[in-house]
C-alpha cells in the first residue's frame, strides 16, 4: 500500500509515492506555474500525484500540504501569499473527488512540525514545538503526540506573535510580529538599513549594492566575524528567544526544534535565543527545555505529510 504527498509551493510543487514506514519510492517536482491561474495551479497537482500514482498497489490515502492560512478541518485553503487568486479554495475536497481516496490536507509549516516530530528531531517525545525561520516565521505545536490544530484548524502559527509593540509592519497586516523582526526578510532588511545609513560592514565588499544583501550574506559576514551582522543576528536570535519564552510557559514543550534556512546559521541564532529564555524565564522552565537544530532536511513537509495521513488513516 502506499501514501501519496504531495507540498504545494509557490514555485514548485513537489510530491512523492511513499510505503508507511517513510521510504520515498518515487519523487517529481514540477512548475507551479502560479501565475496562469487557480485552475492551472489544481491542474499541476493533479499533474504532480498521477506521475506518482503506482503501477500496481493501492493507495490508501493522499496528503497535501499548502502554503499559508489552510483550515484544516474543512481542508480549505483560505488563501496563499505566493499562489494569485487563490481564496478559500477547497482543495482536500477537489482533490478527493479527483482521485477517490481518502485525503487530507494542512499548512506547511504545521506538517514540517509533525515530521520532525514522528521521523526528525522529535522522536520519542510527546509535546514540542517546531519553529520554521526562513523568509517568514511558521510552526507547528504537538501535544501529547498529536498536531494541535485548533478551533478553526489555523493554529499554530508562532511567527505573529508580537514581540516588539510598536515593531515594523508585518505581512499579516499587524506590527511587530516575530516574523516582522527575526525572518531571513527582517535579518536582510536591517542589514540594508545599515549599510545605507553608511554603517561599515564586511557585507560592502560582498554585494555590489546594499539592496541585493540577503540573510545569507549576513550569516557568511557574521561567521567571518563582522561586527554588524553579528548584532543583526544576535537581534533576531534574542526575539526569537522571546517567542519561546512565552510558548514555553503557555504549552511547556518538552523540545523546541528550530528549522528553516536562517537556522542553518546555527550558534550565531542558537546562543541569543538560549541566552535570552535563560535570562527571561524561570530555571525550572528553561533547564528542562532543550532547543535543538532540526533533523530533517527539505523533505520535512513531504514527510509531515505522510505522518499526517499515518496519523488520520
Ligand atoms: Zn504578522
Keep these: 500500500?502506499?501514501?501519496?504527498?504531495?507540498d504545494l509551493g509557490g514555485t514548485q510543487i513537489r510530491a512523492a509515492r511513499c510505503t508507511p514506514d517513510?521510504?520515498?519510492e518515487e519523487r517529481v517536482a514540477i512548475p507551479t506555474l502560479a501565475a496562469q491561474g487557480p485552475e492551472v495551479v489544481l491542474d499541476r497537482i493533479r499533474q504532480a500525484i498521477r506521475m506518482v500514482w503506482p503501477q500496481e498497489g493501492p493507495v490508501t490515502a493522499l496528503a497535501l500540504s499548502a502554503p499559508g492560512p489552510v483550515d484544516a478541518h474543512r481542508g480549505v485553503v483560505r488563501f496563499t501569499p505566493n499562489i494569485p487568486g487563490w481564496k478559500d479554495v477547497p482543495l482536500r475536497d477537489l482533490m478527493a473527488e479527483s482521485f477517490g481516496v481518502p485525503t487530507f490536507l494542512a499548512n506547511d509549516a504545521n506538517l514540517a512540525a509533525l515530521g520532525e516530530f514522528r521521523f526528525g528531531?522529535?522522536?520519542?517525545?510527546?509535546?514540542?514545538?517546531?519553529?520554521t525561520i526562513s523568509t517568514g516565521i511558521g510552526g507547528g505545536i504537538i501535544i501529547d503526540g498529536r498536531l494541535y490544530e485548533g478551533g478553526q484548524g489555523l493554529g499554530g502559527?508562532?511567527?505573529h506573535m508580537v514581540v516588539e509593540p510598536n515593531g515594523p509592519l508585518c505581512g499579516c497586516g499587524g506590527y511587530g510580529c516575530l516574523e516582522a523582526v527575526a525572518s531571513g526578510t527582517a535579518i536582510a532588511r536591517e542589514a540594508r538599513a545599515a549599510l545605507e545609513r553608511g554603517a561599515s560592514s564586511l557585507l560592502t565588499?560582498?554585494?555590489?549594492?546594499p539592496g541585493e544583501v540577503t540573510a545569507r550574506e549576513v550569516a557568511e559576514a557574521a561567521a567571518r566575524g563582522d561586527d554588524l551582522s553579528r548584532r543583526i543576528f544576535a537581534r533576531a536570535g534574542t526575539y526569537i528567544g522571546l517567542a519561546l519564552?512565552?510558548?514555553m510557559y503557555l504549552f511547556n514543550p518538552a523540545l523546541f526544534i528550530i528549522g528553516g534556512s536562517v537556522a542553518n546559521a546555527g550558534?550565531?541564532?542558537?546562543?541569543?535565543?538560549?541566552?535570552t529564555m535563560r535570562e527571561r524565564s524561570q530555571r525550572v522552565y528553561w533547564e528542562n527545555t532543550?532547543?535543538?537544530p532540526a533533523a530533517l532536511g527539505d523533505d520535512v513537509v513531504l514527510l509531515g505529510a505522510l505522518a499526517l495521513a499515518l496519523e488520520r488513516v
Design 22 to 24: 517513510g521510504q520515498m
Design 290 to 292: 532543550p532547543v535543538v
Design 157 to 159: 502559527e508562532v511567527g
Design 267 to 275: 550558534d550565531l541564532l542558537f546562543d541569543p535565543m538560549r541566552q
Design 205 to 209: 565588499g560582498m554585494v555590489s549594492s
Design 121 to 131: 528531531a522529535g522522536q520519542g517525545v510527546r509535546d514540542l514545538i517546531y519553529l
Design 1 to 6: 500500500m502506499y501514501i501519496l504527498v504531495v
Design 245 to 247: 519564552v512565552s510558548l
